[in-house]
């Protein structure tokens, strides 16, 4: 059977993956070298250096390509290094329409190291098309999105988002690691990159750190090939593995994380503490008509805000007990952050605040464990937050504890 035919739970264990022609090992050997033997100068079987190609990194790019529906894969040493990557391709004078809900690393990027070689950008209410619209410059060569955003896990219409873009020829990108191509695969609607953070639900158990992006266009796949082995972005051969095991199983824990997650968020919409829950699963929710018309499932991340100020918000941060307070999402066990202290520390306060993050907002990353400890685990944490009863995550009460020092800028 052709393996583009596959569903997605099969690709997911099948797409890239063949059985070791040395030994017949089902999994895909960790190949740990750096160099491999050639006949004659520059005749080889295909692999010179393990920064240009690994066999590992092959089998982990064609895995993730099968899964977007995209004919080519790339593997990167992280998120980031996959995002600036793909901003190589850009110029002095270029510009990037990008959305202003998105992850703080990714501004930072933007602000703080493309800027000063002459790329621009403007930040827009990336749910707004006409919003979109205006900002698209004649030099405009990126509109970058994120759907499902970070923290605020708006969505954007990806589809009309492609048709304003091509007025000027700029490329679609579109961070899919909330989504995962389990519910979303932002090719099949006209993007013209998927980029994803792997360390999150691909590879899905918080051991691993890693990026990808994934394209049809044959071209650009050339020009960032090249950029992947110029630069040396590239993640070892374990780090690849290890994004393998996950990719496994992810289509049956991305069903237990939205089934938690549409379960916690309807909890906590009905909670007398709760000032707002923020899930496009939730029917009176902004972006709930455009998920349902591009998403087969809305995702394992809800944000909330309780009744009251930051402090009763930070309080409700620090008392959780099975919602580990840290950075990262994905992982088969629930983490809670503080974005504006935490993963989206590097944008200005009042960027953050023009985008909709207030400093009160909590993001959750509900994993797949049974809903009604999460559930009890949050109840408590909000009656604790309440009375100043505050839990301690940590022993080590000088990193987290009643003080909940929430001010690294990951």
Known sequence: ????????????????????????????????????????????????????????????????????????????????????????????????????????????????????????????????????????????????LESPSNPLLTCTDIEGTVDLARATNAKVVVDNTFATPILQRPLELGADVVLHSVTKYLGGHSDVIGGALVTNDDELHEQLRFLQNATGSVPGPMDCFLVLRGTKTLSVRMKQHCENAMIIAEHLVSHPEVERVYYPGLKDNPSHAVACKQMEGFGGMVSVELNGDFERNRRFACSTKLFALAESLGGVESLINHPASMTHASIPKEERERGGLRDSLMRLSVGIEDPRDLIDDLDQAIARSKTGNVHVHNADVTQVGPDCRLNRAC
């Not at 089998?59 to 793909?86: K, M, Q, V």
């Open 1 to 144: 059977m052709p393996e583009s035919d596959l569903k997605i739970a099969t690709k997911a264990i099948h797409a890239g993956q063949y059985p070791d022609p040395a030994t017949g090992a089902i999994m895909t050997p960790v190949y740990l070298t750096s160099t491999y033997i050639q006949s004659e100068p520059g005749v080889h079987q295909g692999y010179d250096y393990s920064r240009s190609g690994n066999p590992t990194r092959t089998a982990l790019e064609a895995n993730l390509a099968g899964l977007e529906g995209g004919r080519h894969g790339l593997a990167f040493a992280s998120g980031l290094a996959a995002e600036n990557t793909l901003l190589h391709l850009l110029e002095s004078g270029d510009h990037i329409v990008s959305a202003r809900d998105v992850y703080g690393g990714t501004y930072r990027l933007f602000d703080r190291v493309w800027k000063q070689f002459g790329v621009s950008y403007t930040t827009v209410d990336a749910t707004n098309l006409e919003d979109i619209r205006n900002a698209i410059q004649p030099n405009t060569k990126m509109v970058w």
